[in-house]
């Protein structure tokens, strides 16, 4: 247990107690009830509402509660002292041995220092990337890859069972437009001359291995053929091409999905159509004609009659058609079906979207909520586009001209490890800049550098003490950590509350921010030491200082570790 969670089984017990006390009445509600740091440090180490949340319920004054809270919790062995302030919270300071012994629980617990069960064991599924396949993986697809993979990270970190899934949107007009580029291609590789590639074709050079295969696969079987023939061949093996390209892509980053669920496979087996017949049962699809469009109405516009999703009872603006005209499904009809099919095996869905993508969340959202009755938790994180910087100017991100960068040359560029953390320097939905001389520039306002650089400078440490012929291995005297040291100790404390925070609040990025604050933290303790030498970590003279010191350094050091791990980035031992 960390010293949250041991402070928290106090406030429950101290709680218990009013109850026995005829305090409190039995069997309150205390789910609203907190214990975490106050918003300004000079309060003290820690805060509870619970006088505030819990007074209506018992038919008091806030104030005359907490009065009464307040000496079973400096009754406690962890606590200094307790304060009320203003109508009735309560701020705590604990003995500076609470924060030793929590170092001690760092160091115990390694890896798993701020990993929980919070999640149940419930199964997540979190879909994200989901590019078409129509090429490989540029800087556009980057983010929500990153932001996709830290969040099932941090989900499965936090006791959920995670699925990361991949949704293939192989059934659109898109993967025909592949398979008519990857035609050309053939019929290039075949040594035919195609002259310029025509308008509303893909025309990057990553599709000739693909032409390359099919003549190698073919020959010259389907060079003039009609595309009767050969379409819904060439669409498959140029699908397959493409996600093999994407899956090698996305190795690059670190990410690996455990699903792929093809858009086109589900449609072949009938999942729309059942998910229509389960929604008619329950009257959430009927049989009407949608409203003109607002404003001037098209002169071809003709109502038709199509099968409507009851959008509006689950907060849509309007119900949405599933349906075509030509009775194919629309894409909202195949999602619909898709979620439809997640639902069933998972206690909670996420989808990782890109900001074009904003204007389906409130359908989407409405979808589910039908279909699973409000008992499924759907969130939805949007990810602004990320735009690239090089010498001052934007670089052209054209996936259609095929003049883009890929997610391959930027990782192979700058490092895995720099592209995921700087996608989670910013939150999902907020606009980027990914500079590349910014991104590995050596300097306090790199966020990557910063934090690599304290870890690094930790890892010197013992390599220091034991050239100054110290014994490293010594069992520490952690009271000879005074409170500047401790004060180290009180923010690395708080990891397990930022990973749950962030975890319960879908957002990866609070984890960046709370090592760059670590990092500042230790980087500002170590340069104390550049005009007073008493308080450097390694003290030649002081053996006992240095080893104490050593296991302070040592503790930050796990949790950075810990935090980057959730990042999927490899912390650095050396800067070089």
């Not at 540029?138 to 970190?157: E, P």
């Not at 095996?345 to 589910?368: M, N, Q």
């Not at 879908?506 to 550049?530: D, M, Q, S, T, V």
Request: overall charge negative; some cysteine.
């Amino acid at each position: 247990m960390t010293i949250y969670t041991v402070m928290a089984a106090h406030l429950d017990a101290a709680l218990d107690a009013l109850e026995t006390d005829g305090l409190l009445p039995q069997g309150l509600a205390r789910t609203a009830v907190t214990i975490e740091p106050p918003r300004d440090a000079s309060h003290g180490d820690m805060a509870t509402n619970a006088a505030m949340v819990l007074a209506k319920g018992a038919g008091t004054n806030p104030r005359v509660l907490a009065e009464a809270l307040a000496p079973k919790l400096e009754a406690l062995g962890e606590v200094a002292s307790v304060s009320i302030a203003g109508p009735g919270f309560i701020n705590l300071t604990l003995t500076e041995q609470a924060w030793r012994d929590e170092l001690a629980i760092i160091t115990s617990i390694g890896a798993d220092y701020g990993r929980s069960d919070r999640g149940g064991g419930r199964t997540v599924n979190i879909e994200y990337v989901s590019a078409n396949p129509t090429g490989p993986m540029h800087m556009g697809h980057c983010r929500g890859a990153v932001v996709g993979d830290a969040l099932a990270s941090l989900l499965a970190f936090s006791g959920h069972r995670v699925v990361r899934e991949y949704y293939v949107n192989d059934a659109g007009g898109q993967v025909d437009v592949l398979a008519r580029s990857a035609h050309l291609r053939y019929l290039e590789a075949l040594g035919r001359d195609i002259g310029d590639i025509p308008e509303g074709l893909y025309p990057g050079d990553y599709l000739k291995p693909v032409g390359e295969a099919l003549a190698a696969e073919y020959g010259a079987r389907y060079a003039d053929a009609p595309e009767g023939e050969w379409l819904v061949e060439f669409r498959r093996f140029a699908v397959a091409r493409m996600m093999e390209l994407i899956r090698a892509d996305l190795a690059l980053l670190g990410i690996h999905h455990d699903l792929f669920s093809s858009e086109a496979e589900l449609q072949e087996a009938g999942l729309p159509a059942q998910a229509e017949a389960w929604m008619r049962e329950r009257d959430l699809v009927y049989d009407g004609v949608l409203e003109a469009p607002k404003g001037e109405t098209p002169d071809d516009w003709e109502p038709v009659e199509l099968p409507l999703f009851r959008a509006t009872q689950f907060g849509d603006d309007q119900d949405r058609p599933i349906k075509k005209s030509d009775g194919s499904w629309t894409y909202f009809g195949a999602d619909l079906a898709y979620h439809h099919e997640k639902a069933k095996r998972s206690d909670e869905l996420i989808d990782i979207w890109g900001a074009d993508h904003a204007g389906t969340v409130k359908r989407i959202k409405a979808a589910v909520a039908a279909l699973t009755g409000g008992a499924t938790r759907f969130d939805i994180v949007i990810i602004q586009m990320v735009r690239l910087m090089r010498a001052g100017e934007p670089v052209k991100m054209s996936k259609r001209a095929g003049n883009f960068v890929t997610l391959a040359d930027v990782v192979r560029e700058v490092g895995k490890d720099v592209v995921r953390f700087t996608m989670l320097t910013r939150k999902a939905d907020a606009q980027m800049d990914f500079d590349f001389a910014k991104v590995v520039e050596a300097s306090k306002d790199n966020p990557v550098f910063y934090v690599q650089y304290a870890h690094a400078r930790i890892h010197s440490l013992a390599r220091r003490a034991v050239e100054s012929g110290i014994d490293v291995t010594a069992v520490p005297d952690l009271s000879r950590l005074d409170t500047v040291d401790l004060d180290l100790a009180r923010l690395a404390a708080r990891f397990p509350r930022v990973v749950d925070s962030a975890a319960s609040a879908r957002e990866p990025h609070r984890i960046a921010f709370y090592l760059n604050e670590l990092a500042a933290a230790f980087h500002g303790w170590w340069n104390l030491g550049n005009d007073d030498p008493s308080r450097r970590a390694v003290q030649p003279d002081d053996p006992s200082t240095t080893s104490a010191r050593l296991f302070l350094t040592a503790s930050i050091g796990q949790v950075i570790r810990n935090g980057l791990a959730l990042m999927g980035v490899e912390p650095v031992e050396e800067m070089r």
